[in-house]
């Protein structure tokens, strides 16, 4: 609408009176408008937390499984693990990938043969953790293990609580999930 005003102003006196002109310029005013929301959604699908449609153009690019079942949030983690885990493995390589779910601040060990990963942050097994597998097996060399660690509630831990607290949660939950 502030594209048609400003183009109408422009216009001689008489012309602007013309209800011809004014449809012309309404018509033009729509276009500008699509045009610059067109832009706005590409500019989205050039960074991989914001984008939605694109998310299947850095899949594809990635030689990564399209699965559009999967929330966009898991898409875009496995994807920029992808992206972070090239390069000569270590450490920090193993760590930025890892890191790149949601709670996946891990310690990563060498040992012999093993590389031992443990989630530091999280209580019981990330929702993706299939994800990450895959990630790690396409980074790592094929000769060295894998083994995964993770963090549990104890009993001394549950035992700090009483046990009306936790009539709201199921087993699983107090075993697994960050609720004390």
């Given amino acids: 609408m502030s594209n048609e005003l400003e183009m ?13 002109y004014e449809e012309i310029f309404k018509a033009q005013s729509e276009q500008i408008h699509n045009r ?23 899949e594809r690019a990635l030689g990564i499984p399209v699965d559009k079942q999967k929330p966009s949030t898991e898409r875009a983690e496995r994807i920029k693990a992808k992206l972070r885990g090239q390069g000569r493995v270590g450490i920090d390589l193993i760590k930025s990938t890892v890191g790149s779910w949601a709670g996946g601040t891990v310690d990563v060990i060498f040992e012999n043969s093993t590389i031992t990963i443990t ?10 953790i299939e994800d990450v597998k895959i990630a790690v097996e396409e980074i790592k060399p094929a000769h060295l ?5 993770f963090l549990y509630n104890i009993w001394a831990t549950v035992n700090t609580v009483t046990w009306g607290y936790l009539t709201d949660y199921t087993w699983r939950e107090v075993l697994e999930e960050n609720i004390f």
Wanted: charged share 25%.
């Fill in 8 to 20: 109408i102003k422009t216009l001689q006196p008489f012309m602007k009176k013309s209800k011809i």
């Fill in 36 to 58: 610059e929301e067109a832009i706005a959604d590409l500019k989205k699908q050039l960074a991989i937390d914001t984008a939605t449609w694109g998310l299947e153009v850095y």
């Fill in 119 to 128: 989630f530091v942050d999280l209580v019981g097994t990330p929702k993706n």
């Fill in 145 to 149: 293990a894998v083994l995964y660690v």
